[in-house]
């Protein structure tokens, strides 16, 4: 290496004089011993790469530790890496596919024989432990196609991706003691930096993710910066477990699912009450503003899917039929059939805005891989709307529309966060008219003072969009409402109105979701409240437990007195202790429980014990019905 000077810039703008072939690590040992030892990888001139690769140019560089991004990806990466070489030194036999950074951790692609059971996760662990004990160096090396073929000979998986790595692209391997594998990089400078990890489970993949290709042992893991940072994970996945709307909805007996219908929910009574309040909250809002409720067919002829578009985006994902040798689909969404009910009547610009709205079943075809509870079905309920409207009351309209979404969500309590979401690569239609119509939602967001994220090429394919993300009990984030500008699909149906100079010209639809999937959004409330609804969404919203026997009249008396002011109540007559009849209650997570003995018969009163809470309260029984009552027309949160 020559002793040429090069300049390095910091990110403050300060600039200092190094020697050409200089790394990363002699700069930040220049800088500080402490910085040296904190520093995870970096950049140079934008790009991430090791602490040990040489820079031989003048360049602006960046060092990241732990606590960012980049470094808490790398640490992931590194990790990936770490298992593998436990699982080669433990089965040497094994060959490995990929090893990818998911969203807190890890997984590693491998082929082996032998099945791997949780008592062999904890065998690995403790030898990635021993790897992470011995600090080994990580080393970056660029070898020939020739020699990677040479050195991975006995790997198929490994060919395969070798062969997939264009010819002209350079060939990097990782060293670390007996173990190299085939990266892009980059990695932490050594073994001892990976410290805070656990793995989770193994599960099935096919190789590539292609149901053709040979089924291989996924092994996951989660990694993180410091001890506090795992150990507040795995806190919040035993939280997230006990939130799990699949074993609440069973416990809860809300839904159901048959091998008979794949993918497709069954709602039990319970489910069916919740949804129908859902549907009621959102219809009784829609219809004070003035939205028209309307039903389309769940199937239509495939030339309609072909008219607007769908079909070149979504065919692999629908369903189909032959109906008098015609080809028909279930519908994956609302948007077609509201453009026929718009074009069967003329209209005037009187008539606009038009806010049609539908709770509209829809079916799409999903992966049995992809399939989870309520969050990822094949069959939905979606609560469309399509508002028709003239240029000038775009802006006025999407307002109102984050009005209702804004209402909606402060009922539930949730917080959220914006996103709009530009121009996708498949897009359909007019740059022009995309260009406008991401100006207007920008403007719109702008104006109203709200704060948003961009999120470039992310848009539906018939035009850009806002996007809704909500933040349950557990800060998990969910995409439900959105709001979509579209110039595209009255331009594919040929629709017009009149406007004053009664000249036909085009309106603008915005599509509209509250809740998106209402079946989505029921499973993330579940895990929301952890299946504790509020006292309105509540399947049963009463139980009434007598004393004893000779109480019965009294508490069939006040179950009547609360179904005559449709609450829903149940009485538990069973002949169980009442302990433990109390205990059921709280286990199903009912809002009240009303106890009832000599006491509350003679005054006319009952003890109340509301969920998750251990006082009780005596008190007249029309002033608990009136309180109940307002509750409900409140549509007051529970104590989380």
Known sequence: ???????????????????????????????????????????????????????????????????????????????????????????????????PVIDNGFYYD???????????????????????????????????????????????????????????????LYEQGDFYDLCRGPHVPTTGKLQHFQLMHVSGAYWKGNSQNQMLQRIYGIAFATKEELQDYLVFLDEADKRNHRKLGK?????????????MPFYLANGQIVRYELESFLRNLQTTYDYQEVRTPFMMNQRLWEQSGHWDHYKDNMYFTHVDKQSFALKPMNCPGH????KN????????????????????????GALNGLLRVRT?????????????????????????????????GFQYEIELSTRPADFMGDIELWHEAETALANVLHHAGYAYKMNEGDGAFYGPKIDIHIKDAINRSHQCATIQLDFQLPEKFDLTYLNEHNEKVRPVVIHRAVFGSIDRFLGILIEHFGGAFPTWLAPQQVIVIGVADSHQQYVEQVAQVLANEHIR??????QEKLGKKIRDAQMKKIPYILVLGDVERDNQSVTVRKYNQQVLNEKPLQQFVEELKGEILQKALPIM
């Not at 809860?252 to 008979?260: G, I, K, R, V, Y």
């Not at 609560?383 to 307002?399: L, S």
């Open 110 to 172: 491998i082929d082996l024989a032998q099945a791997l059971v949780p008592s062999d996760l904890q065998k690995i662990e403790k030898m990635m432990n021993r790897i992470v004990q011995e600090n080994i160096q990580i080393q970056r090396k660029e070898v020939t196609r020739e020699e990677a073929i040479r050195m991975f000979q006995h790997d198929h998986l490994k060919l395969e991706l070798l062969a997939d790595i264009p010819e002209n692209e350079v060939i990097t």
């Open 339 to 342: 453009m026929l009910i718009f």
């Open 345 to 368: 009547k003329r209209h005037s610009y009187r008539d606009l805005p038009i806010r049609m709205a539908e709770f509209g079943q829809v079916h799409r075809h999903e992966f049995s």
């Open 380 to 412: 939905f309920c979606q609560d469309d709307a399509h508002i028709f409207v003239t240029p000038e009351q775009i802006e006025d309209e999407i307002n109102l529309a984050l009005k209702i979404i804004d209402h909606i969500y402060q009922v539930f």
């Open 569 to 574: 109540v149940r009485v538990d007559n069973r």
């Open 251 to 263: 416990e809860l007996e809300l839904f159901m699912f048959s091998e008979e219908a794949p993918g």
């Open 1 to 99: 290496m020559s002793n040429q000077e090069i300049s390095i810039q910091f990110p403050d703008g300060k600039q200092q004089v190094f020697t050409q072939g200089v790394t990363l690590t002699d700069i930040a040992q220049a800088i500080s011993p402490a910085l040296r030892k904190k520093a995870i990888a970096g950049s140079v001139n934008g790009t991430i790469v090791d602490l040990t690769r040489p820079i031989l140019t003048d360049a602006q560089i960046k060092l990241f530790d732990v606590s960012s991004q980049v470094g808490i990806e790398v640490i992931r990466h590194s990790s990936a890496h770490l298992l593998a070489q436990a699982m080669k030194r433990l089965y040497p036999e094994a060959k490995f596919g990929v090893g």
